[in-house]
Protein backbone atom coordinates (compact mmCIF):
# COMPACT_ATOMS: atom_id res chain seq x y z
CA UNK A 1 0.00 0.00 0.00
CA UNK A 2 1.50 3.37 -0.95
CA UNK A 3 1.54 6.50 1.33
CA UNK A 4 -0.46 8.48 -1.19
CA UNK A 5 -2.87 7.33 1.19
CA UNK A 6 -2.78 7.78 5.11
CA UNK A 7 -4.91 5.35 5.42
CA UNK A 8 -6.16 2.66 3.63
CA UNK A 9 -9.09 0.12 5.14
CA UNK A 10 -10.06 -3.12 3.66
CA UNK A 11 -12.92 -5.68 4.17
CA UNK A 12 -13.38 -4.59 8.18
CA UNK A 13 -16.04 -6.79 9.92
CA UNK A 14 -16.67 -6.22 13.51
CA UNK A 15 -19.00 -8.09 15.91
CA UNK A 16 -20.08 -7.29 19.35
CA UNK A 17 -21.57 -9.71 21.74
CA UNK A 18 -22.29 -12.10 18.19
CA UNK A 19 -23.83 -8.56 16.47
CA UNK A 20 -22.55 -7.42 13.59
CA UNK A 21 -21.50 -3.56 14.16
CA UNK A 22 -19.02 -2.74 11.14
CA UNK A 23 -19.72 -5.41 7.90
CA UNK A 24 -17.07 -5.00 5.34
CA UNK A 25 -16.02 -1.63 5.57
CA UNK A 26 -13.37 -0.30 2.49
CA UNK A 27 -11.60 2.97 3.20
CA UNK A 28 -8.95 5.06 1.59
CA UNK A 29 -7.88 8.54 3.03
CA UNK A 30 -5.58 10.25 0.31
CA UNK A 31 -2.72 12.18 2.70
CA UNK A 32 -3.23 16.30 2.85
CA UNK A 33 -6.87 15.95 2.37
CA UNK A 34 -9.82 16.72 4.82
CA UNK A 35 -12.09 13.26 4.99
CA UNK A 36 -15.41 13.00 6.32
CA UNK A 37 -16.99 9.26 7.72
CA UNK A 38 -21.36 10.37 7.92
CA UNK A 39 -23.38 8.57 8.92
CA UNK A 40 -26.34 8.47 11.64
CA UNK A 41 -25.96 6.92 15.10
CA UNK A 42 -24.93 3.76 15.41
CA UNK A 43 -23.66 3.37 11.85
CA UNK A 44 -20.73 2.20 13.23
CA UNK A 45 -18.36 5.16 12.37
CA UNK A 46 -16.83 4.85 15.69
CA UNK A 47 -16.44 1.21 16.06
CA UNK A 48 -14.47 2.34 12.15
CA UNK A 49 -12.25 4.91 13.55
CA UNK A 50 -11.33 2.63 17.04
CA UNK A 51 -9.94 -0.45 14.57
CA UNK A 52 -8.30 2.11 11.95
CA UNK A 53 -6.40 3.46 14.91
CA UNK A 54 -5.56 0.01 16.94
CA UNK A 55 -7.61 0.52 19.64
CA UNK A 56 -9.41 -2.49 18.97
CA UNK A 57 -8.95 -5.27 16.80
CA UNK A 58 -10.83 -6.06 12.92
CA UNK A 59 -12.07 -9.60 13.19
CA UNK A 60 -11.65 -9.32 9.51
CA UNK A 61 -9.98 -7.48 7.00
CA UNK A 62 -6.54 -5.04 6.91
CA UNK A 63 -5.72 -1.55 7.26
CA UNK A 64 -2.49 0.34 7.38
CA UNK A 65 -2.03 3.89 9.18
CA UNK A 66 0.59 6.04 7.70
CA UNK A 67 1.95 3.30 6.43
CA UNK A 68 2.18 1.44 9.68
CA UNK A 69 0.29 -2.47 9.39
CA UNK A 70 0.07 -2.61 13.18
CA UNK A 71 -1.81 1.20 13.87
CA UNK A 72 -0.40 1.55 16.95
CA UNK A 73 3.34 1.80 15.96
CA UNK A 74 1.71 5.55 14.06
CA UNK A 75 0.70 6.58 17.53
CA UNK A 76 3.02 9.84 17.80
CA UNK A 77 2.30 10.81 14.56
CA UNK A 78 -1.45 10.68 14.97
CA UNK A 79 -3.64 13.29 16.93
CA UNK A 80 -6.72 11.22 18.28
CA UNK A 81 -9.73 12.75 20.14
CA UNK A 82 -12.14 10.08 20.86
CA UNK A 83 -15.78 10.10 21.20
CA UNK A 84 -15.97 10.39 25.00
CA UNK A 85 -14.00 13.33 26.11
CA UNK A 86 -12.44 13.98 29.55
CA UNK A 87 -9.65 16.28 30.49
CA UNK A 88 -8.41 16.10 34.31
CA UNK A 89 -10.79 18.74 36.15
CA UNK A 90 -8.29 20.69 38.11
CA UNK A 91 -5.34 20.59 35.26
CA UNK A 92 -5.09 24.04 33.89
CA UNK A 93 -5.30 24.84 30.09
CA UNK A 94 -1.76 25.25 29.30
CA UNK A 95 -1.24 22.04 31.48
CA UNK A 96 -3.84 19.57 30.36
CA UNK A 97 -2.72 20.74 26.28
CA UNK A 98 0.99 19.65 27.34
CA UNK A 99 0.10 16.81 29.34
CA UNK A 100 -2.23 15.40 25.98
CA UNK A 101 1.15 16.08 23.71
CA UNK A 102 3.53 14.18 26.25
CA UNK A 103 0.99 11.55 26.03
CA UNK A 104 2.43 11.13 22.28
CA UNK A 105 5.74 11.57 23.08
CA UNK A 106 5.88 15.67 22.84
CA UNK A 107 8.49 17.24 25.52
CA UNK A 108 6.76 18.89 28.04
CA UNK A 109 8.32 22.38 27.91
CA UNK A 110 7.70 22.41 24.19
CA UNK A 111 4.30 21.66 24.58
CA UNK A 112 3.44 24.54 27.37
CA UNK A 113 4.86 26.73 24.66
CA UNK A 114 2.79 25.71 21.70
CA UNK A 115 -0.30 25.32 24.26
CA UNK A 116 0.15 29.36 25.04
CA UNK A 117 0.51 29.95 21.25
CA UNK A 118 -2.55 28.23 20.43
CA UNK A 119 -4.23 30.04 23.01
CA UNK A 120 -3.27 33.20 22.01
CA UNK A 121 -3.98 32.50 18.50
CA UNK A 122 -7.17 31.62 18.95
CA UNK A 123 -7.85 34.58 21.04
CA UNK A 124 -7.81 32.43 24.67
CA UNK A 125 -4.62 33.89 26.23
CA UNK A 126 -6.81 34.55 29.34
CA UNK A 127 -7.98 30.86 29.55
CA UNK A 128 -4.23 29.56 29.82
CA UNK A 129 -4.41 29.43 33.48
CA UNK A 130 -7.59 28.31 34.37
CA UNK A 131 -8.47 25.23 35.45
CA UNK A 132 -10.39 22.96 33.30
CA UNK A 133 -13.36 22.58 36.18
CA UNK A 134 -14.18 26.48 35.41
CA UNK A 135 -14.74 26.20 31.79
CA UNK A 136 -17.75 25.51 29.93
CA UNK A 137 -18.34 21.75 27.94
CA UNK A 138 -17.62 23.39 24.73
CA UNK A 139 -14.74 25.14 26.19
CA UNK A 140 -13.11 22.37 27.92
CA UNK A 141 -14.02 20.79 24.27
CA UNK A 142 -11.78 22.92 22.53
CA UNK A 143 -8.73 22.70 24.85
CA UNK A 144 -9.00 18.84 24.38
CA UNK A 145 -8.90 19.62 20.80
CA UNK A 146 -5.41 21.66 20.98
CA UNK A 147 -3.80 19.29 22.68
CA UNK A 148 -4.87 16.63 20.16
CA UNK A 149 -3.33 18.35 17.38
CA UNK A 150 -0.12 19.94 20.12
CA UNK A 151 2.54 17.25 19.10
CA UNK A 152 1.86 18.48 15.20
CA UNK A 153 0.81 15.28 13.93
CA UNK A 154 0.43 14.09 10.23
CA UNK A 155 -3.04 12.55 10.74
CA UNK A 156 -5.85 13.66 13.01
CA UNK A 157 -8.84 11.88 13.82
CA UNK A 158 -11.85 13.59 15.29
CA UNK A 159 -14.54 11.21 16.33
CA UNK A 160 -18.06 13.46 16.41
CA UNK A 161 -15.90 16.47 16.97
CA UNK A 162 -18.35 19.30 16.27
CA UNK A 163 -21.02 17.55 18.75
CA UNK A 164 -21.22 19.08 22.14
CA UNK A 165 -19.92 22.56 20.55
CA UNK A 166 -22.06 25.88 20.11
CA UNK A 167 -21.74 28.18 17.11
CA UNK A 168 -18.51 30.09 17.79
CA UNK A 169 -16.78 26.84 18.67
CA UNK A 170 -18.16 24.56 15.80
CA UNK A 171 -16.74 27.83 13.51
CA UNK A 172 -13.23 27.79 15.22
CA UNK A 173 -12.53 23.94 15.02
CA UNK A 174 -14.09 24.12 11.14
CA UNK A 175 -11.06 27.21 10.75
CA UNK A 176 -9.04 24.64 12.58
CA UNK A 177 -9.63 21.75 10.30
CA UNK A 178 -9.00 23.72 6.76
CA UNK A 179 -5.76 25.40 8.68
CA UNK A 180 -4.27 22.03 9.49
CA UNK A 181 -4.99 20.69 6.08
CA UNK A 182 -3.74 23.38 4.27
CA UNK A 183 -0.27 23.02 5.94
CA UNK A 184 -0.11 19.32 4.77
CA UNK A 185 -2.18 17.43 7.83
CA UNK A 186 -4.36 14.51 7.06
CA UNK A 187 -7.42 15.03 9.10
CA UNK A 188 -10.62 12.69 9.36
CA UNK A 189 -13.51 13.27 11.27
CA UNK A 190 -16.76 11.68 11.68
CA UNK A 191 -20.17 13.56 11.95
CA UNK A 192 -24.11 12.92 12.08
CA UNK A 193 -24.37 16.36 10.41
CA UNK A 194 -24.31 16.34 6.80
CA UNK A 195 -23.52 20.36 6.48
CA UNK A 196 -19.99 19.99 7.97
CA UNK A 197 -18.82 17.07 5.75
CA UNK A 198 -20.14 19.06 3.22
CA UNK A 199 -18.61 22.33 3.59
CA UNK A 200 -15.05 20.67 5.24
CA UNK A 201 -14.72 17.70 3.60
CA UNK A 202 -13.45 16.88 -0.44
CA UNK A 203 -13.98 12.86 0.14
CA UNK A 204 -16.14 11.61 2.46
CA UNK A 205 -17.36 7.38 3.54
CA UNK A 206 -21.38 7.58 3.85
CA UNK A 207 -21.82 4.48 6.23
CA UNK A 208 -25.24 2.93 7.19
CA UNK A 209 -26.27 -0.08 8.93
CA UNK A 210 -22.37 -0.63 9.51
CA UNK A 211 -21.36 -0.90 5.38
CA UNK A 212 -19.99 1.74 2.96
CA UNK A 213 -22.54 2.73 1.09
CA UNK A 214 -20.61 5.32 -1.15
CA UNK A 215 -17.00 6.03 -0.80
CA UNK A 216 -15.46 8.93 -2.67
CA UNK A 217 -15.48 12.66 -3.30
CA UNK A 218 -18.50 15.17 -2.48
CA UNK A 219 -18.99 16.17 -5.80
CA UNK A 220 -19.21 13.24 -6.92
CA UNK A 221 -22.12 12.29 -4.58
CA UNK A 222 -23.76 14.82 -5.74
CA UNK A 223 -23.33 14.48 -9.19
CA UNK A 224 -25.43 11.36 -9.31
CA UNK A 225 -28.44 12.91 -8.97
CA UNK A 226 -29.75 15.33 -11.82
CA UNK A 227 -30.08 18.82 -11.09
CA UNK A 228 -33.42 20.16 -10.26
CA UNK A 229 -35.66 22.20 -12.27
CA UNK A 230 -38.38 24.68 -11.23
CA UNK A 231 -40.98 26.56 -13.35
CA UNK A 232 -43.44 28.98 -12.90
CA UNK A 233 -45.46 30.33 -15.91
CA UNK A 234 -48.18 33.31 -16.12
CA UNK A 235 -50.50 31.20 -18.41
CA UNK A 236 -51.28 28.04 -16.53
CA UNK A 237 -51.71 25.88 -20.40
CA UNK A 238 -50.86 25.97 -23.45
CA UNK A 239 -48.85 24.11 -26.10
CA UNK A 240 -45.79 24.14 -24.27
CA UNK A 241 -47.33 21.71 -21.61
CA UNK A 242 -45.78 18.87 -24.43
CA UNK A 243 -42.14 19.79 -23.57
CA UNK A 244 -41.90 18.99 -20.04
CA UNK A 245 -40.32 16.66 -19.35
CA UNK A 246 -41.77 13.27 -18.33
CA UNK A 247 -42.06 13.40 -14.26
CA UNK A 248 -42.52 17.34 -13.92
CA UNK A 249 -44.74 17.72 -11.31
CA UNK A 250 -46.99 20.77 -10.45
CA UNK A 251 -46.95 21.79 -6.88
CA UNK A 252 -48.61 25.25 -5.79
CA UNK A 253 -48.16 26.65 -9.39
CA UNK A 254 -44.59 25.52 -9.68
CA UNK A 255 -43.37 22.71 -11.87
CA UNK A 256 -41.13 20.95 -10.63
CA UNK A 257 -38.50 18.24 -12.56
CA UNK A 258 -35.30 16.94 -13.32
CA UNK A 259 -33.05 18.37 -15.82
CA UNK A 260 -33.38 16.91 -18.96
CA UNK A 261 -30.44 15.59 -21.16
CA UNK A 262 -31.10 17.90 -23.32
CA UNK A 263 -30.65 20.83 -21.09
CA UNK A 264 -33.36 23.13 -20.70
CA UNK A 265 -32.81 25.49 -24.41
CA UNK A 266 -36.11 23.66 -26.13
CA UNK A 267 -38.59 23.87 -23.35
CA UNK A 268 -37.37 27.56 -23.08
CA UNK A 269 -38.37 27.90 -26.80
CA UNK A 270 -41.67 26.37 -26.20
CA UNK A 271 -42.17 28.60 -23.65
CA UNK A 272 -41.40 32.01 -25.63
CA UNK A 273 -42.91 30.77 -29.01
CA UNK A 274 -46.37 29.85 -26.91
CA UNK A 275 -46.18 33.21 -24.92
CA UNK A 276 -46.39 31.04 -21.72
CA UNK A 277 -45.04 34.50 -19.65
CA UNK A 278 -41.98 33.02 -17.62
CA UNK A 279 -42.60 34.27 -14.12
CA UNK A 280 -39.55 31.84 -12.76
CA UNK A 281 -37.24 28.94 -14.04
CA UNK A 282 -34.33 28.01 -11.92
CA UNK A 283 -31.54 25.44 -11.93
CA UNK A 284 -30.45 24.27 -8.91
CA UNK A 285 -27.56 21.66 -8.03
CA UNK A 286 -28.73 19.03 -5.42
CA UNK A 287 -27.09 19.54 -1.96
CA UNK A 288 -24.85 16.27 -0.04
CA UNK A 289 -28.90 16.12 2.12
CA UNK A 290 -29.87 14.67 -1.48
CA UNK A 291 -27.31 12.65 -2.46
CA UNK A 292 -27.20 10.99 1.22
CA UNK A 293 -31.03 10.69 0.92
CA UNK A 294 -30.62 8.59 -2.42
CA UNK A 295 -27.38 7.14 -1.23
CA UNK A 296 -28.40 5.81 2.03
CA UNK A 297 -31.98 5.96 1.96
CA UNK A 298 -35.11 7.67 3.49
CA UNK A 299 -34.92 5.93 6.88
CA UNK A 300 -31.67 6.63 7.59
CA UNK A 301 -31.66 10.79 6.09
CA UNK A 302 -34.80 10.83 8.60
CA UNK A 303 -32.73 9.39 11.50
CA UNK A 304 -29.50 11.53 10.59
CA UNK A 305 -31.45 14.68 11.21
CA UNK A 306 -33.20 13.55 14.17
CA UNK A 307 -29.36 12.86 15.61
CA UNK A 308 -28.64 16.57 14.50
CA UNK A 309 -31.68 18.09 16.32
CA UNK A 310 -30.75 16.36 19.68
CA UNK A 311 -27.42 17.38 19.45
CA UNK A 312 -28.48 21.15 18.53
CA UNK A 313 -30.85 21.11 22.13
CA UNK A 314 -28.09 18.98 24.02
CA UNK A 315 -25.69 22.21 22.93
CA UNK A 316 -28.39 24.72 24.09
N1 LIG B 1 -18.07 -2.00 22.78
C1 LIG B 1 -19.27 -2.34 22.26
N2 LIG B 1 -19.98 -3.36 22.76
C2 LIG B 1 -21.18 -3.71 22.21
N3 LIG B 1 -21.75 -3.08 21.18
C3 LIG B 1 -21.09 -2.04 20.63
C4 LIG B 1 -19.82 -1.61 21.15
N4 LIG B 1 -19.39 -0.57 20.40
C5 LIG B 1 -20.35 -0.34 19.47
N5 LIG B 1 -21.36 -1.22 19.61
C6 LIG B 1 -22.56 -1.31 18.73
O1 LIG B 1 -22.12 -1.26 17.39
C7 LIG B 1 -22.98 -0.45 16.58
C8 LIG B 1 -22.18 0.68 15.96
O2 LIG B 1 -21.78 1.58 16.99
P1 LIG B 1 -20.81 2.79 16.76
O3 LIG B 1 -19.61 2.33 16.03
O4 LIG B 1 -20.59 3.44 18.09
O5 LIG B 1 -21.67 3.73 15.81
P2 LIG B 1 -21.59 5.30 15.54
O6 LIG B 1 -20.26 5.80 16.03
O7 LIG B 1 -21.78 5.45 14.07
O8 LIG B 1 -22.72 5.93 16.31
C9 LIG B 1 -24.09 0.01 17.50
O9 LIG B 1 -25.18 -0.85 17.35
C10 LIG B 1 -23.47 -0.10 18.87
O10 LIG B 1 -24.45 -0.31 19.84
MG1 LIG C 1 -19.82 7.28 17.35
Known amino acids: MSSAFAIEAK ?17 AVPTGTIYGILGPNGAGKTTTIRMLLGIIEPDRGARTLLGHERPLEAAREVGYLP ?8 MHCREAIAFMGALRGLPLD ?5 ADILLQQNGLGDYTHKPIKSLSKGMA ?12 PKLIV ?18 MIRDEAASGTTVIFSTHVIHHAERLCERIAIIAGGQVRFEGEVATARDRLRPQVRLRTRAADGPWRAALPAGAALRDGLWQF ?3 GTGVEPLVKALVDGGAGIEELAIER ?27 EAAA
Open 11 to 27: GLFKSFDGKEAVSGIDI
Open 83 to 90: EERGLYPS
Open 110 to 114: VGRKR
Open 141 to 152: QTIQLFGTIVHQ
Open 158 to 175: LDEPFSGLDAINQGRLEQ
Open 258 to 260: ELP
Open 286 to 312: PGLHDAFVQIAGEAAARQIEEDRRADL
